[in-house]
C-alpha cells in the first residue's frame, strides 16, 4: 500500500487557541456578547458550535456547525481549488 | 508479516548478534536497544501513516503540553484518512488521490489584514477528548473534496451525495470507530435521509453494492472515468442520469434471487459496461463465457468485469479471463481477490478482473 504523496491541506484551530485566534481577528469581544452569526443561515455563533472562520472580501465570515451550512463551506473550498 | 517487517527484524537481529560478538553481554544489551530503535525507524519510515495514527494514542497522555495536544488530534486524523485512503486506492486506482494534511494556525502570527488577504478557510477542531467528533467532522470534509474529484460534477446529485456518505461509513468502519460512525450517522446522514428519502434508498443500494466489492472497483471506478471523457464541460444532463441508472443496475445485480435473471450490462451513450458473473453452472467450459465476451465486443462495451466467488469459480474465471485475452477480445487492466459477504453474513472470498476492449 502506498501513502498518498499529494495532500489537501486543512488549516485549523484548536480550541485552546480558539480565543486567541478570535482575539488576533477582532472577533473575541463579540463572541462574548453573542453578537457573532452564522453567514449563512444567521444562527448565533459560539465557542461550542463555531466550526469555520473564513474571509469574504474584506470581512470575516464565521460558519456554525449546522450540517447543511458545513456542507456550503465545503462546497465553496471545493470549488477554490479547482 | 510484510517483507519490509522482516527486513527490519533481520537487521535489528544482525546489529544485537554483531554487538554481542564484538563486545559480549555489554555488547548483547548494547545491541538489542539499538537494534530495537533501527526496526523502529524501519516501521515508521515503511508504515507512516500507521505510525502517525498510533503516536496519537501515545501523546495523548502528555496532552497538557500544547503543542503535544495538537500533534494528537492532527496525527489522528491524518495517520487515519490517508491510510484508509490508500486502501481505497488499491481497490480502484485514482479514487481519493489525494491525502490530508492539517496546518495549525499559530493565533500569535495572526492579524486580520493578513488573514483576509490569505483567504483562507480555518476549521475549528476541538480537543483529543472529542476525538471520535473531530474524526468524524474531517473525514466528511475531506471525502467531499476528494473522492473523484475531477469526475463527480458529472454524477447524479444524489448519487454523489451517497457515494460520499457510503466512503465516509467505510473509511470510519475499516478503522472500527463505532463512536465516530455514530456521531457521522447522527450528525449528518439522519438530517439528510429525514429531508430526503430517495437519498436513503441509494445509501441502503450503494451498501449492498459495497458488500459484493461492487462499489468501488466497478461503480466508483466508471465514475472515475466519466472526468477525463466530458471535461472540460461544466455538467452534462445524459451522465447524470446515466451515473443513477448504472447505480440501479448494479443494485439490481446484486440483490438478485437465484434462478432470476437480471441483465449485468449498461449500455449508455457515455457509460457502456458490462458485468460477467462466474457461477457453476458453467463449470469447466469457458466457452458461453467467450460468447458472452463477444456480444460485449459486438455492442461496443469498452469495458467488462470478471467476477466470482469461491474457489471453483475463481479458478474458472481466471481461465475464461486468460481465454478471451488470448483472443485478444478484451484486455486485462487488472485483478484482486478480497472478501465479500456471503448469503450467511459471513466472508466469502470473491475474484474480479477489469477487462477494457483493445484498440
Not at chain 2, 190 to 217: C, H, M, W
Not at chain 2, 236 to 247: F, G, I, N, W
Not at chain 2, 300 to 319: F, G, K, T
Request: proline residues 3%; aromatic residues 8%.
Amino acid at each position: 500500500m502506498t501513502t498518498l504523496k499529494e495532500k489537501r491541506i486543512i488549516h485549523a484551530v484548536h480550541e485552546r487557541d480558539l480565543d486567541d485566534f478570535l482575539k488576533s481577528l477582532g472577533l473575541l469581544d463579540s463572541l462574548v456578547k453573542k453578537d457573532l452569526k452564522c453567514s449563512i443561515c444567521g444562527t448565533v455563533v459560539s465557542r461550542e458550535n463555531l466550526r469555520f472562520v473564513y474571509p469574504v472580501g474584506d470581512s470575516i465570515a464565521l460558519c456554525c456547525d449546522k450540517p447543511d451550512c458545513y456542507d456550503k463551506i465545503v462546497a465553496a473550498r471545493t470549488k477554490k481549488s479547482e | 508479516m510484510k517483507t519490509s517487517e522482516l527486513i527490519g527484524i533481520i537487521i535489528a537481529f544482525i546489529i544485537l548478534a554483531v554487538s554481542y560478538w564484538a563486545i559480549g553481554i555489554i555488547g548483547a544489551i548494547y545491541g538489542g536497544v539499538v537494534g530495537t530503535l533501527v526496526y523502529f525507524l524501519i516501521f515508521v519510515i515503511v508504515n507512516y501513516d500507521t505510525a502517525m495514527k498510533t503516536s496519537s494514542h501515545v501523546l495523548k497522555i502528555f496532552s497538557t503540553f500544547n503543542w503535544v495536544e495538537r500533534r494528537t488530534v492532527s496525527n489522528l486524523i491524518q495517520g487515519t484518512i490517508n491510510l484508509y485512503s490508500a486502501r481505497l486506492n488499491s481497490e480502484a486506482n485514482g479514487l481519493l488521490p489525494y491525502g490530508i494534511q492539517i496546518k495549525w494556525v499559530d493565533p500569535s502570527k495572526v492579524d486580520r489584514d493578513s488573514f483576509v488577504k490569505q483567504g483562507q478557510v480555518i476549521v475549528h477542531l476541538e480537543s483529543h477528548v472529542n476525538e471520535a467528533r473531530n474524526l468524524s467532522r474531517a473525514t466528511w470534509m475531506y471525502v467531499q473534496e476528494s473522492l473523484i474529484p475531477d469526475s463527480r460534477k458529472y454524477v447524479h446529485g444524489i448519487i454523489m451525495r451517497a457515494s460520499d456518505f457510503t466512503i465516509v461509513r467505510k473509511i470510519l468502519t475499516l478503522e472500527r470507530r463505532n463512536d465516530a460512525l455514530r456521531y457521522f450517522n447522527e450528525e449528518f446522514v439522519r438530517p439528510e435521509v429525514e429531508k430526503d428519502a430517495e437519498i436513503e434508498k441509494y445509501i441502503n443500494s450503494l451498501r449492498d453494492i459495497d458488500a459484493q466489492g461492487f462499489f468501488t472497483r466497478i461503480l466508483l471506478r466508471e465514475f472515475l472515468g466519466l472526468g477525463p471523457k466530458l471535461f472540460p464541460s461544466v455538467s452534462d444532463l445524459v451522465s447524470e442520469r446515466e451515473t443513477k441508472e448504472l447505480a440501479d443496475v448494479l443494485t439490481r445485480l446484486v440483490r438478485k434471487k437465484k434462478g432470476v435473471d437480471v441483465s449485468p450490462t449498461y449500455e449508455g451513450k457515455i457509460i457502456r459496461v458490462s458485468v460477467m458473473p462466474i457461477a457453476r453452472a458453467e463449470v469447466d467450459d469457458v466457452s458461453p463465457h467467450v460468447k458472452f465476451a463477444r456480444s460485449c465486443v459486438k455492442d461496443q462495451i469498452p469495458n467488462l468485469y470478471v467476477v466470482a466467488r469461491e474457489a471453483v469459480n475463481i479458478s474458472l474465471a481466471r481461465m475464461v479471463v486468460k481465454e478471451v485475452e488470448s483472443l485478444k477480445l478484451f484486455e486485462k487492466i487488472s485483478e484482486q481477490e478480497f472478501d465479500v459477504l456471503g448469503e450467511m453474513r459471513t466472508p466469502v472470498r470473491a475474484y474480479m478482473a477489469v477487462l477494457t476492449r483493445k484498440g
